[in-house]
């Protein structure tokens, strides 16, 4: 059996950001829960977000 799970990995930064889920309205907020889970982490151990792009 599939188990008809999205997956996605956040690209542009060398920290490792994945989130899944079995729709896209689930896949979409495990995204956004993953941002802001990685913005805390940052947040807590005093780094700086990564940005892909700066300008």
């Not at 188990?3 to 995204?31: M, P, R």
């Amino acid at each position: 059996t599939e188990d008809e799970i999205f997956y996605g990995k956040i690209e542009g930064i060398n920290d490792s950001v994945s989130y899944e889920g079995s729709s896209v309205s689930e896949l979409k907020a495990a995204f956004e829960e993953a941002v802001e889970d990685y913005l805390e982490l940052c947040n807590l151990n005093g780094k700086e977000p990564e940005k892909m792009y700066k300008g």
